[in-house]
């Protein structure tokens, strides 16, 4: 606790600045030239003007609520730089006892701040930044993820999703009861981890690095951990087979996709519900990755060929029924047919496209990828795995089935391995734009959805497909 003075303007109760800066042993500097100060506590750095509301935070701007002011006696800030960046910077609670003049701070659990992912030499690394030091492990359950829990922390801000590079191709950062928990979803072409505290400031590093190799021993407890877990559960000593779901969420960035009454649009939806079933295919003994992980924008093309080039041996795409009339409701899945005059001209050139890669692809394969006629090779598979899900839906969902349907979608025509398009419910219609919000609702779908999955993989492989 520090006793600090206050003065009142129009309201508002304002702060002197070097008081604060004696309470929270920090530094302070003034520039007379730019009207500007700045307040340096350990490597976090706040920085106010005299004409402005806004202060900067490190990098980040930050809204006082009122403008500081300049007296004679000093630079004054207002109620809001304590609540705001102040109580940020310390990871506390900054309370203020205007009856005794006392200003006091309370420390909160520990807090995961900020998210990163970039590429180096050695690999990529995910870096959780903290507001300090707090305990964490780390393990790998699958060759797909690599988790790590920060018990008993919080998550202040939402920090959403990251997207991957080169090893990396996810990171979701979520708040329990238990805590924080990071999932670092990882490639194909990772091999091992570490994980590292370091100061100056707090941070957490996650470093992936390349390099799988099937004969890898088990999991260690310390130093390197690598991906591939003990042989009863890995999916990776199987050898080629169905094993890999590419997912695509519908739509993204500028491309809203369709919107319900209440505002939600379907690129949201598809994204919450790629998660779902990501984690749901992975409980499954599948590996899972998705063409975005973000709000961006990813041509239809160019999702057949991410698909394409991970080796996927099923993609699915996610989207939402749309209509006119808002009773128009229910679930469908779909895979691609042809367009009828396409259909007729190519039976004759039926198998001369390119072939698709297999685990370590032909020299010189990649430098020519015209995936638009991969599709038409694989229609029966596709139908198949149309048919399971849509099955599985039927089954476990409330919802209306409108069945399976051949269509030319053209996010489906360039893929090599079998496809299906699965609508997940009419966002025009209003019921189901509630369901589609809701969290349960998305995990029931998205188990459906995996278990139709998972019953054509038995199908395929008990016919040796």
């Given at each position: 606790?520090?006793?600090?003075?206050?003065?009142?303007?129009?309201g508002e109760t304002y702060f002197r600045f070097a008081?604060?800066?004696?309470?929270?042993?920090?530094?302070?500097?003034?520039?007379?030239?730019?009207?500007?100060?700045?307040?340096?506590?350990?490597?976090?750095?706040?920085?106010?003007?005299?004409?402005?509301?806004?202060?900067?935070?490190?990098?980040?701007?930050?809204?006082?609520?009122?403008?500081?002011?300049?007296?004679?006696?000093?630079?004054?800030?207002?109620?809001?730089?304590?609540?705001?960046?102040?109580?940020?910077?310390?990871?506390?609670?900054?309370?203020?006892?205007?009856?005794?003049?006392?200003?006091?701070?309370?420390?909160?659990?520990?807090?995961?701040?900020?998210?990163?992912?970039?590429?180096?030499?050695?690999?990529?690394?995910?870096?959780?930044?903290?507001?300090?030091?707090?305990?964490?492990?780390?393990?790998?359950?699958?060759?797909?993820?690599?988790?790590?829990?920060?018990?008993?922390?919080?998550?202040?801000d939402s920090l959403g999703v990251a997207g991957g590079?080169?090893?990396?191709?996810?990171?979701?950062?979520?708040?329990?009861?238990?805590?924080?928990?990071?999932?670092?979803?990882?490639?194909?072409?990772?091999?091992?981890?570490?994980?590292?505290?370091?100061?100056?400031?707090?941070?957490?590093?996650?470093?992936?690095?390349?390099?799988?190799?099937?004969?890898?021993?088990?999991?260690?407890?310390?130093?390197?951990?690598?991906?591939?877990?003990?042989?009863?559960?890995?999916?990776?000593?199987?050898?080629?087979?169905?094993?890999?779901?590419?997912?695509?969420?519908?739509?993204?960035?500028?491309?809203?996709?369709?919107?319900?009454?209440?505002?939600?649009?379907?690129?949201?939806?598809?994204?919450?519900?790629?998660?779902?079933?990501?984690?749901?295919?992975?409980?499954?003994?599948?590996?899972?990755?998705?063409?975005?992980?973000?709000?961006?924008?990813?041509?239809?093309?160019?999702?057949?060929?991410?698909?394409?080039?991970?080796?996927?041996?099923?993609?699915?795409?996610?989207?939402?029924?749309?209509?006119?009339?808002?009773?128009?409701?229910?679930?469908?899945?779909?895979?691609?047919?042809?367009?009828?005059?396409?259909?007729?001209?190519?039976?004759?050139?039926?198998?001369?496209?390119?072939?698709?890669?297999?685990?370590?692809?032909?020299?010189?394969?990649?430098?020519?990828?015209?995936?638009?006629?991969?599709?038409?090779?694989?229609?029966?598979?596709?139908?198949?795995?149309?048919?399971?899900?849509?099955?599985?839906?039927?089954?476990?969902?409330?919802?209306?089935?409108?069945?399976?349907?051949?269509?030319?979608?053209?996010?489906?025509?360039?893929?090599?391995?079998?496809?299906?398009?699965?609508?997940?419910?009419?966002?025009?219609?209003?019921?189901?734009?509630?369901?589609?919000?809701?969290?349960?609702?998305?995990?029931?779908?998205?188990?459906?959805?995996?278990?139709?999955?998972?019953?054509?993989?038995?199908?395929?492989?008990?016919?040796?497909?």
């Amino acid at each position: 606790m520090a006793r600090v003075e206050t003065r009142r303007e129009e309201g508002e109760t304002y702060f002197r600045f070097a008081d604060i800066a004696l309470a929270v042993d920090g530094i302070r500097y003034w520039n007379p030239n730019t009207r500007k100060a700045t307040l340096s506590v350990g490597t976090r750095r706040i920085t106010v003007a005299e004409d402005s509301r806004f202060a900067v935070l490190d990098r980040e701007v930050v809204n006082l609520r009122a403008r500081p002011s300049f007296t004679s006696e000093g630079f004054w800030v207002p109620v809001g730089f304590l609540q705001g960046p102040l109580a940020r910077v310390l990871n506390a609670e900054v309370v203020w006892d205007p009856g005794e003049a006392v200003l006091s701070v309370r420390a909160l659990r520990p807090a995961v701040r900020s998210l990163d992912v970039r590429s180096t030499g050695d690999g990529t690394i995910v870096e959780l930044g903290l507001t300090g030091a707090t305990e964490f492990t780390a393990r790998s359950r699958t060759r797909a993820t690599v988790e790590v829990m920060f018990p008993g922390a919080r998550l202040p801000d939402s920090l959403g999703v990251a997207g991957g590079t080169d090893h990396v191709s996810d990171v979701i950062v979520e708040e329990s009861p238990d805590g924080v928990r990071a999932e670092v979803a990882v490639t194909q072409r990772a091999g091992s981890y570490d994980v590292e505290m370091l100061s100056d400031p707090y941070r957490v590093e996650v470093l992936v690095r390349g390099g799988y190799e099937p004969d890898t021993p088990s999991p260690r407890l310390r130093d390197v951990k690598h991906l591939l877990p003990d042989a009863d559960d890995s999916i990776g000593l199987r050898g080629i087979g169905i094993e890999t779901v590419m997912i695509d969420p519908g739509h993204g960035g500028s491309d809203r996709g369709s919107v319900g009454r209440s505002g939600l649009t379907e690129k949201e939806v598809t994204l919450s519900f790629a998660r779902e079933l990501s984690r749901e295919l992975q409980a499954r003994g599948f590996y899972a990755f998705m063409t975005r992980s973000s709000d961006s924008f990813i041509s239809q093309e160019r999702r057949a060929e991410i698909a394409n080039l991970a080796v996927a041996d099923v993609f699915v795409s996610i989207q939402c029924g749309a209509w006119y009339s808002g009773w128009a409701s229910g679930f469908s899945v779909c895979y691609y047919e042809p367009p009828a005059s396409a259909s007729t001209a190519r039976q004759g050139r039926r198998g001369s496209g390119l072939p698709r890669l297999g685990r370590e692809a032909p020299a010189g394969v990649k430098d020519d990828l015209r995936w638009d006629r991969m599709q038409e090779q694989r229609i029966g598979e596709s139908r198949a795995l149309a048919r399971a899900v849509a099955g599985s839906m039927r089954d476990a969902l409330p919802l209306r089935s409108r069945g399976v349907d051949g269509r030319s979608l053209p996010v489906l025509a360039g893929c090599s391995m079998p496809a299906i398009q699965v609508e997940i419910g009419y966002i025009t219609n209003r019921d189901e734009e509630t369901l589609l919000t809701d969290p349960d609702f998305l995990r029931d779908v998205a188990r459906a959805v995996a278990s139709g999955v998972a019953a054509y993989r038995a199908s395929a492989e008990e016919s040796g497909r």
